[in-house]
């Protein structure tokens, strides 16, 4: 037997699905105009975004291809003090022009790179800083960007600054990945200090918290130096 009852909800369900079309239908018919101009509009925003987002990518791969030029040539010449300036010149040029994230941030960070080779530590730290500062879009590198510019600090003498600036970013998460050594220099800043009290804390944290690490072993070497009577 028939389930009337089922071919009752069919019909209904057909004709609310009728009606909701012809009511379409008929605001369209009622409103041509309007709804013409409206799919014309729409039609040329998916354009323009479309083609935005292919200058936008044709933008980023001929600065991402003019980074890598650039940073293949120090790599081939940075013994030369004429190849390390031009190739440094370029990422400042590249930096100041860049129009994609990427570019302008790893430009930053490589000019940093140079300038801590050529031992500028001041222009560098100001680029790693930058760097760390700006929320870049390349994230896995602003750990190793502040550890940089803590060693900045380090070669100018400004320890309290270098142990601070470890101390800003060490609840981080983002750092996890070189906590073990930023312990580590932490603990070396405040030996340098003469602060051997609070070094051994340091040391001793790497040696508890990254036992397997090989900054552990360092951390255990530096114990035993400090235990040396002077």
């Given at each position: 037997?028939?389930?009337?009852?089922?071919?009752?909800?069919?019909?209904?369900?057909?004709?609310?699905i009728e009606r909701y079309i012809m009511t379409v239908k008929e605001f369209v018919r009622e409103n041509s105009k309007k709804v013409k101009y409206i799919s014309i509009a729409v039609l040329a925003i998916i354009a323009i975004l479309i083609a935005a987002d292919f200058t936008y990518g044709y933008i980023a791969s001929k600065e991402r291809s003019r980074l890598d030029t650039i940073m293949d040539t120090y790599r081939a010449g940075s013994d030369n003090p004429e190849v390390a300036a031009k190739c440094r010149d370029e990422l400042m040029l590249l930096v100041k022009d860049a129009r994609t994230g990427h570019a302008q941030d790893m430009g930053r960070f490589f000019l940093a790179s140079i300038y801590f080779d050529e031992k500028k530590y001041q222009e560098s730290l100001e680029q790693y800083l930058e760097f760390a500062g700006d929320s870049s879009s390349d994230t896995l590198f602003v750990p190793l960007a502040v550890n940089k510019a803590s060693i900045c600090l380090e070669e100018m003498g400004k320890y309290d600054q270098a142990i601070a600036l470890i101390a800003k970013y060490s609840e981080n998460k983002d750092f996890m990945v070189v906590m073990d050594q930023m312990i580590y220099n932490t603990g070396r800043l405040y030996a340098l200090k003469g602060d051997n009290a609070k070094a051994r804390e340091f040391f001793n944290q790497?040696?508890?918290?990254?036992?397997?690490?090989?900054?552990?072993?360092?951390?255990?070497?530096?114990?035993f130096l400090l235990s040396m009577p002077r």
């Open positions: 037997m028939a389930n009337k009852k089922s071919g009752r909800n069919i019909e209904i369900q057909r004709n609310v790497v040696r508890t918290d990254y036992p397997q690490s090989p900054y552990a072993e360092k951390a255990k070497e530096r114990l």
